[in-house]
Every structure is written in C-alpha cells, then in structure tokens.
C-alpha cells in the first residue's frame, strides 16, 4: 500500500542513547551531555547537535563502538556513546 506524500506517519520517532542504536541504523545527534571535558572532546571530533551517525560494529565484548560520521570512522568508548543522545527517525 502506497502511502500519500501529505500524509504523517503514525509511528513515533525514537531517542536513546548511542550506546544502545544498533548497527547499520542512522540517527540524528541530539545531545552530547556529560564532564566538560569529555563534551568539548567529542564535539571537537564533530559529534555535534544535528549530525547524522551510525554505529558500523561492536567489539565482541562491547567495547569500543565503531562508529561513522561525516564519512570517516571513530571508535568511542561505551561510556562516552552512552553521553550521545541520538534520534532515529523511522
């Protein structure tokens, strides 16, 4: 079924953290939160308000995440993915 291009779509839009998004989906930065120093680090890296990210993989054990924005690739540690607030727009 076809939906028409005026109509909104009926599911919700979700945000979390980026520790919890998992591979291969895009997300909207919404929020880097956390010490200052750690804030002004990864906004200074480009993970800033309105860029889009995707986590490529996991480490087998969780730690680091693999992760590309603005074309290139960054590893993050959990915690500081988990100071990411992201949207995924569905």
Known sequence: MKRNKRQK?????ETG????L?????ARVLNVQGASA???RLMEM????GAV???VRTAPLGDPIQV???NYHLALRRVEARAITVLVEI
């Open 22 to 26: 998992p591979s291969g989906i895009a």
């Open 38 to 40: 750690i804030v002004r």
């Open 9 to 13: 779509r009926s599911e919700p839009d």
């Open 17 to 20: 953290s980026l520790d919890t």
């Open 53 to 55: 990210i995707e986590v």
């Open 46 to 49: 480009g993970i800033v308000p």
């Open 68 to 70: 590309c924005l603005r």
